[in-house]
C-alpha cells in the first residue's frame, strides 16, 4: 500500500467553478499535510500546509483534513485560468511522500 | 533572498553514459533532497544530504549517487544510464531538524535518455 494516494484525474472545470481535490493517505501517525502547485516545466511550491486536523483557508483556497479518515482535501473557489496546474499533496514522514498530482484545466 | 538553483535545465544522454545534475540550496538552508518526477508522476524521494553525508535513502539503485559540499551545494550522479532514468529532476532543501516543514524546490533539470 502506498503512503499517500492521489486520483490524478485530469480534471477540467470552468472558470467561476469551485474545485475539490483529494488525497488518502496510509498512515494514522501523521501529523502535517501540504499541497504544492506544480506549473508546467517549473518545480513544485508551496500552497497550504496544515498541522493535524481541521481547516486552514488562505484566500480563495481552503485546505481540510480529516484525520479519522485519513483523507486530506484542496478546495479551490472561484477557479481562474491561472490556477490551472498540477496540484501534489505530501506529507512529510520519514522522507516527504507525494500523491501522484491532479492535473487541473480552468477553462475561460 | 535566492531559491533552490539546479543546473543545467535540459540534458540529453544515452544509454550507459554518466550524468551529474548540481543544486544550490535556499540561503540559510542546509539539508538537500533529490527527488526524481517520471511524467505523469509525483516526485519520488531519492536521498537526503546533510553535513556533507547521506543521512537518507529511497529506494533506487545504487547507480543513484550523491555528494554534499561544504557550502552545503550538492550534486546527484547517475552512472550507468537506461532508459527508464529519463525524467524531471528535483532538487529541495530546508533546514536539519525541521523535518516535517516544507521543503523549497529548484525548478528541475529534465533528463532525456536516447
Known amino acids: 500500500q502506498k503512503e499517500v494516494e492521489q486520483d490524478p484525474g485530469p480534471l477540467s472545470v470552468p472558470e467561476g467553478a469551485i474545485v475539490s481535490l483529494n488525497c488518502t493517505y496510509s498512515?494514522?501517525?501523521?501529523?502535517?499535510f501540504m499541497w504544492y502547485r506544480q506549473y508546467s516545466r517549473k518545480g513544485p511550491e508551496l500552497l497550504m500546509y496544515?498541522?493535524?486536523?481541521g481547516n486552514k483557508e488562505d484566500g480563495r483556497f481552503t485546505a481540510q483534513v480529516d484525520k479519522s479518515s485519513k483523507y486530506i482535501s484542496l478546495f479551490i473557489r472561484d477557479s481562474q485560468p491561472s490556477d490551472s496546474a498540477t496540484y501534489l499533496c505530501?506529507?512529510?514522514?520519514?522522507?516527504?511522500?507525494f500523491g501522484t498530482g491532479t492535473s487541473l484545466t480552468v477553462i475561460p | 533572498d535566492a531559491g533552490v538553483t539546479q543546473s543545467p535545465t535540459h540534458l540529453i544522454k544515452t544509454r550507459g553514459q554518466q550524468v551529474t545534475l548540481r543544486c544550490s540550496p535556499k540561503?540559510?538552508?542546509?539539508?538537500v533532497s533529490w527527488y526524481q518526477q517520471a511524467l505523469g508522476q509525483g516526485p519520488q524521494f531519492i536521498f537526503q544530504?546533510?553535513?556533507?553525508?547521506?543521512?537518507q535513502r529511497g529506494n533506487f539503485p545504487d547507480r543513484f549517487s550523491g555528494h554534499q559540499f561544504p557550502n552545503y551545494s550538492s550534486e546527484l550522479n547517475v552512472n550507468a544510464l537506461l532508459l527508464g532514468d529519463s525524467a524531471l529532476y528535483l532538487c529541495?532543501?530546508?533546514?536539519?531538524?525541521?523535518?516535517?516543514?516544507?521543503?523549497?524546490f529548484g525548478d528541475g533539470t529534465r533528463l532525456s535518455i536516447l
Open positions: 529541495a532543501s530546508s533546514l536539519v531538524g525541521q523535518g516535517s516543514q516544507p521543503q523549497h
Open positions: 498512515n494514522s501517525a501523521f501529523q502535517y
Open positions: 496544515t498541522y493535524s486536523s
Open positions: 505530501a506529507i512529510p514522514g520519514n522522507q516527504f511522500y
Open positions: 540561503s540559510g538552508h542546509d539539508t
Open positions: 544530504y546533510y553535513e556533507e553525508e547521506e543521512r
